[in-house]
T-cell receptor, first 108, second 117 residues
């Protein structure tokens, strides 16, 4: 099955700074999904990427799927306190295989 | 609201108790999942039901017993748990992927916060 490694595990940033989390695999991935889990909440779907080199944007969030389809990144520009939470990547079919997540803290 | 409900939201039980967690989805999905989330192992997949058939059991101890009576309901029966089983138990549902295609979006319930004394 597809395995994904996610880095970093934790990230603390000042409000206004950028943030990036990476999802890496040793094998070619069929897809990447990104989820956000707010503190005390449950994971919520953000986006899915399936094409090599695909880039999608949602306001301040930019999602990228590598050309070799072995890595993906989520970049947040000018973080806000509302961005706090854990960001998970997942890949595969039924079921998805999730990475361990990156916990983002934003200091106001 | 994501269309996936879980009850109870909080549960405290002793090691000798028997309890059940319930999950219901109103999204017309045909795949349902149980995850365990703890500080040590975020989003640990436990069980997968695909069209009511269990397709995955990730080496889960027998003190956890899943049941899927239909495509909308999923239960997790708990018996003689250990304190290390204390965690957030999340249910999720999705449309099962077909022909090896990419997975459909997973919709998570709010979870049951379980404490085993």
């Amino acid at each position: 099955g597809q395995q994904v490694m996610q880095i970093p595990q934790y990230q603390h940033v000042q409000e206004g700074e950028d943030f990036t989390t990476y999802c890496n695999s040793s094998t070619t991935l069929s897809n990447i999904q990104w989820y956000k889990q707010r503190p005390g909440g449950h994971p919520v779907f953000l986006i899915q990427l399936v094409k090599s080199g695909e880039v999608k944007k949602q306001k301040r969030l930019t999602f990228q799927f590598g050309e070799a389809k072995k890595n993906s990144s989520l970049h947040i520009t000018a973080t806000q306190t509302t961005d706090v939470g854990t960001y998970f990547c997942g890949s595969g079919n039924t079921p998805l295989v999730f990475g361990k997540g990156t916990r983002l803290s934003v200091i106001a | 609201e994501t269309g996936v409900t879980q009850t109870p939201r909080h549960l405290v039980m002793g090691m000798t108790n028997k309890k059940s967690l319930k999950c219901e989805q109103h999204l017309g999905h045909n795949a349902m999942y149980w995850y365990k989330q703890s500080a040590k192992k975020p989003l640990e997949l436990m069980f997968v039901y695909n069209f009511k058939e269990q397709t995955e059991n990730n080496s889960v101890p027998s003190r956890f017993s899943p049941e899927c009576p239909n495509s909308s309901h999923l239960f997790l029966h708990l018996h003689t748990l250990q304190p290390e089983d204390s965690a957030l138990y999340l249910c999720a549902s999705s449309q099962a992927s077909t022909s090896g295609g990419p997975a459909d979006t997973q919709y998570f319930g709010p979870g049951t916060r379980l404490t085993v004394l």
